[in-house]
């Protein structure tokens, strides 16, 4: 019993409730307890005859007030403007009441006590001549069994059990309004980590919607990790499955004496050392991105000389660049402050991108390096004259395996896929951003921004 988030909750709200009541009750039974109802109907009472002497319809206020005090048990005061006794029915029977004073507490029952302190319930009115008529009774003796009995009793029993029952209700339903949403999250996370998993929709309070909003983003992160992740293994395992079927083969074919001449046994030496130094790439490329998103890459950061180190990459093109007929132009300006950065790393994400900016320019075709620096940033834009990048292509470029082969010619991107996974990963390690900008037939622009120490 009261295990649930729901009952719980219905708890709270009970005992709030009976507590919030129970002080009301008790503030009502001391009120009762200080103002009755017979003096509240005694004080009625003083109030009519008080009406009865003011009015007196021509007869004179002593006359009235000594027939009203005869007439009904009470006593009559007359005082002058300057609150001195002029007519008291009871001046011979009872000592004297003195004009009573101003009230600090208006609501409380309004009583004088005279020299004996015996209390008085009183009603004054002050008259067109500023003297003042007052009606009192002495208070009446009233048991609390009569008050609890008579006053309280009715009361609670006609409004309070009602109010409890009401509040009770209500109280359920605001369990139910914050608890239904929560449950339908705790139901969800208990069936994580399925990929079956549907968002939760956001009810309830404003707090609760926000945390199942949260949820959701959490669900589809998670999702996506997990997708993330089946995609990784299964590109992982295609792309060793090539190069280690070659491996075996050849292997196989040097074991057997398939390759029974020389030449053959040289060229399956040749691929199994070629496919072996594919795989050792591979893997030291995973281990790079395995380190860097673990923040654990080892990330010297040094004063750069950012054209020195773009004129050196190109430079180790050279053979490459001549083979394939490409120029490689670095656009830089006379003066540029130094970045302090991991020059190694920084040369990996270079290397990279002219790389793969050289696979996909024609012959004939340039490739451009220029730097910039701005608004506290360095920009560093490499710019190849291909084929250019499919639209659909351009948000997935910087993803792990993927591949735009149908937008180039020419072959893979980067290998493999994780030269351009892995230079985005590098520039954010740096507190840079990278971008890529393409148009088909027209080229394609890698821009690289990163923050200068000024």
């Known amino acids: 019993m009261f295990s649930s988030l729901r ?8 005992l709030l409730v009976v507590t919030a009541l129970s002080v009301v009750a008790l503030i009502l039974f001391i009120y009762l307890v200080r103002n009755p109802f017979l003096y509240r109907q005694t004080l009625e009472r003083l109030q009519a005859i008080q009406s009865v002497v003011v009015e007196r319809d021509g007869q004179t206020l002593s006359f009235v007030a000594e027939r009203v005090s005869k007439n009904f048990n009470v006593r009559v005061i007359l005082f002058s403007a300057d609150q001195q006794v002029l007519l008291d029915t009871y001046a011979k029977k009872m000592l004297p009441l003195k004009f009573p004073q101003q009230k600090y507490l208006p609501r409380s029952m309004p009583i004088v006590r005279d020299e004996k302190k015996i209390a008085w319930l009183y009603s004054i009115e002050k008259l067109p001549d500023n003297s003042y008529i007052m009606v009192a009774a002495p208070r009446p003796r009233v048991s609390l069994t009569n008050v609890f009995a008579d006053d309280f009793l009715p009361l609670i029993m006609q409004s309070g059990v ?3 029952l009401l509040s009770l209700v209500v109280a359920f339903f605001f369990a139910r309004w914050i608890a239904d949403p929560l449950q339908k999250v705790v139901a969800a996370a208990r069936q994580m980590p399925s990929a079956e998993i549907k968002p939760v929709e956001p009810q309830g309070p404003h707090e609760v919607q926000e945390l199942t909003r949260a949820f959701n983003s959490m669900i589809a992160r998670t999702q996506a990790s997990q997708k993330s992740q089946r995609e990784f293994v299964a590109n992982v395992s295609h792309e060793l499955k090539t190069p280690l079927t070659s491996v075996q083969g050849f292997a196989q074919a040097l074991l057997d004496g398939t390759a029974d001449s020389s030449e053959s046994r040289q060229q399956a030496a040749q691929v199994i050392y070629d496919e072996s ?21 080892d990330i010297t950061m040094a004063p750069v000389n950012m054209p020195a180190l773009l004129n050196a990459i190109t430079e180790k093109f050279t053979p490459q660049l ?6 490689v132009k670095v656009d830089a300006p006379g003066t540029l402050p130094t970045v302090t950065a991991d020059g190694d790393r920084l040369a990996q994400v270079f290397t990279n991108l002219v790389d793969n900016a050289l696979k996909f320019t024609p012959r004939g075709g340039l490739i451009s390096l220029r730097i910039s620096a701005e608004d506290k940033e360095m920009l560093i834009s490499v710019s190849d004259s291909g084929t250019g990048i499919p639209p659909e292509a351009l948000a997935h470029i910087f993803h792990r395996f993927y591949q735009a082969d149908s937008a180039r010619t020419g072959g893979e991107r980067h290998g493999v896929g994780l030269g351009l996974a892995i230079a985005h990963e590098i520039v954010q390690a740096h507190g840079g951003r990278i971008g890529v900008r393409s148009r088909l037939g027209e080229g394609t622009t890698f821009d690289v921004c990163l923050p200068l120490n000024i």
């Open 162 to 164: 009602f109010a409890l």
């Open 322 to 327: 001549q083979q394939a007929g490409v120029t």
């Open 7 to 14: 009952s719980r909750l219905w708890l709270s709200y009970a």
């Open 277 to 297: 130094a594919r795989m050792h790439r591979m893997v030291l490329d995973l281990l790079d991105l395995a380190r860097l998103d673990a923040g654990t890459a």
